[in-house]
């Protein structure tokens, strides 16, 4: 009920070569994608859709009918859906480096095998870990070029959700012309500290892996099934929360008592070696070190240097003055200690107002209205790196909608049925778009109309 049907994947491919931001270049590169609902005459009515790590094109409806699972983001996108496909024409496109089709380290490299070459191998000359590492930006690039093929020159809408939210804020960036709203959901402006390393022990387990081969194990015949699973096993627990695990799982036994060995003995452990498992048996090693890469490198502000003066916030005014008010009241403390502690208020202080004005410069020139939507259990990709995007939106006057959606599942959160959720991407998707009259009357940049 409500779904889009059965559809069937399109590839595009692109002959002219792609300069990354690693400053390599493919000579040419294919992107699949699926469409959904009906381009309008004007192609006003186009909505793109940006998938997260493990993500691909096929966001929605089934590719046969024996189907068994939907697409991933189902419950968002169909007829009369928070994604109307009654009103919108939708396309998810499959990022390069992926592995679900569109170019990257399992396809086959036009470079590596010269016309007189007389190998004897039987396995295909792909790319493997001769891919170029790829970043937001250049996915975003890539999309734009795909947004020409189609003739669509100014987007609807562009939404994501995790990594998908990072390229939607990257195309209001890069395009700012061509996308009319924004749709960020439990993302962030950038990784922090924790997560790279989340990444980097994912990667670890991937490299270690002595079926990994250099990244060569599709020559090699093998592959890092091992590593790969452990991957997704520190990715999944990410995801979730204490509390929903303690829900779904507690402490229940498998076998109902314990069997005093090193197999799987509690239901959470049954659960992530099989949500391991599935992982390894649909996706690839060389894509997963790829993304997670891209995740680290993710710097919007990048290209947007901006060095500020101290300007201490109420907050740490009132921070300092609780110092100096203990320096009077605790004549035990040393002065070092004091001053120490200052000095790290300042410091953190200082650094909160760089990324702002960072920000805030990043997204001065945008022109597109903004909806941010954080859960509030989203530990990854917490609630308060959500408000860093809004903060700076507003402090640059730009129109941005932000919804903390009280959810239990996480981060994953944002793939879940959840009404007011739902509501909220909805009601930004069918708003009218503010006028150029009144963007100047509250001194905004406005887009395209609608």
Partial sequence: MGSVGIVT??????AEPLTLECNRTLPSFDLIIETYGTLNSDKSNAILICHALSGSHHAAG??????????????????????????????????????FGSTGPTSINPESVSPDDESNSTEPPVYGPDFPLVTIKDWVKTQAMLSDHLGINVW????????GGMQALQWSVDYPERLKRCVVIASTPKLSAQNIAFNEVARQSILSDPDFKDGRYLQAGTYPRRG?????MVGHITYLTDDAMKAKF??????????????????????????????????????YLLMTKALDYFDPTRDYPSAVT???????????DSIAASVESSK?????????????????????????????????????????????????????????????????????????????????????????????????????????SQSKNSHQKAGARS
Avoid at 228 to 232: E, Q, T, Y
């Fill in 156 to 163: 609807h809408a562009i939404v994501g959700g995790s990594m």
């Fill in 228 to 232: 790969l699973i452990l991957a997704r």
């Fill in 310 to 320: 101290k300007d201490p916030t109420e907050s740490a005014a009132q921070l300092e």
């Fill in 250 to 287: 507690g402490r229940d036994l498998k076998s109902g008592k314990f069997m005093y060995g090193y197999d799987v003995e509690f239901q959470v452990e049954s659960y992530l070696r099989y949500q391991g498992e599935r992982f390894s048996e649909n996706f690839d090693a060389n894509t």
């Fill in 62 to 99: 089934l590719h046969s009918a024996d189907d068994k699972k939907a697409g991933w983001w189902d419950n968002m996108i169909g007829p009369n859906k928070a994604i109307d496909t009654n009103r919108f024409y939708v396309v998810c496109v499959n990022n390069i480096g992926s592995c």
């Fill in 332 to 436: 035990n403390s040393t002065q070092v200690e004091l001053e120490d502690a200052v000095a790290a208020i300042e410091d953190i202080e200082s650094d909160r107002q760089q990324e702002l004005s960072a920000l805030k410069a990043a997204f001065a020139h945008t022109q597109c209205q903004y909806l941010v939507i954080s859960f509030t259990t989203d530990w990854r990709f917490a609630p308060e790196r959500s408000q860093e995007i809004v903060d700076a939106l507003m402090a640059t006057g730009k129109p941005v909608n932000y919804i903390n959606v009280d959810a239990p599942h996480g981060h994953d959160s944002f793939l879940f049925d959840i009404p007011r959720y739902m509501g909220a991407v909805r009601g930004f998707l069918t708003a009218p778009f503010i006028t150029d």
């Fill in 9 to 14: 994947p399109q590839i595009f491919h692109f």
